[in-house]
C-alpha cells in the first residue's frame, strides 16, 4: 500500500497516474490545524466530487504567517498524519508557501475545492489563473455552521480561565 504523505514531485506523478486511468482528482488545501467535524464533513463532501482527494497543507510556517501568533497548534507532520488517517484523503502534500500555486500545478486536478469563506472571485488570483489554465472546475462547500478551529481556540480559552 502507497503512503498517503508524499512530495510535490510525488503528487505530480501520483495526478498523473490517476489522470491516465480516466480517474477525477479532486484537490483542496488549508491549515487543518485543529481537525473538527466541520473540517470532516468539507473533506468528505469535496472527495464525494471524484475519484481521489488530494489535500494540499498548508506548513508550519505559512500557518504561523496567516493565523498569527501561536499558531499552528499542532506541527505540519502531525497535521498531516491525522488528515491521511481518514479513510476520505488519498493523498497530503505539504507546502511551505502561503498560496497554494506549486500544489494545484503538481496536483492538476479536475476538481478545486474551496470552503465557505471563498468565492470565485475571491479566490488569488494566481491560483485562480493556474486553475483556468488547467480547466479545474472551482467548487465552494458552504462552512458547516458552529464550527471552527478559531471558535475551539476561544473556548479553550474561556475554559481555562
Known amino acids: 500500500m502507497k503512503t498517503k504523505i508524499i512530495g510535490m514531485n ?74 491521511a488517517a481518514l479513510e476520505c484523503v488519498d493523498l497530503v502534500t505539504i507546502f511551505p508557501e502561503i498560496r497554494a500555486t506549486q500544489f494545484i500545478s503538481a496536483s492538476m486536478p479536475a476538481v478545486y475545492v474551496k470552503g465557505g469563506d471563498y468565492s470565485s472571485e475571491t479566490l488569488n488570483a494566481e491560483e485562480r489563473a493556474i486553475l483556468q489554465k488547467i480547466g479545474a472546475e472551482i467548487r465552494i462547500i458552504p462552512f458547516e455552521k458552529g464550527y471552527s478551529t478559531s471558535r475551539l481556540l476561544e473556548k479553550l480559552r474561556k475554559a481555562g480561565r
Open 10 to 83: 510525488e503528487l505530480a506523478e501520483r495526478a498523473k497516474e490517476l489522470r491516465a486511468a480516466g480517474k477525477k482528482l479532486v484537490a483542496t488545501n488549508g491549515c487543518f490545524d485543529l481537525l473538527h467535524v466541520g473540517h470532516v464533513r468539507y473533506l468528505q463532501t469535496a472527495r464525494a466530487l471524484g475519484d481521489g482527494l488530494a489535500v494540499g497543507l498548508n506548513g508550519d510556517r505559512s500557518v504561523s504567517e496567516l493565523k498569527g501568533i501561536g499558531r499552528p497548534i499542532n506541527n505540519e507532520q502531525d497535521r498531516a498524519e491525522v488528515l
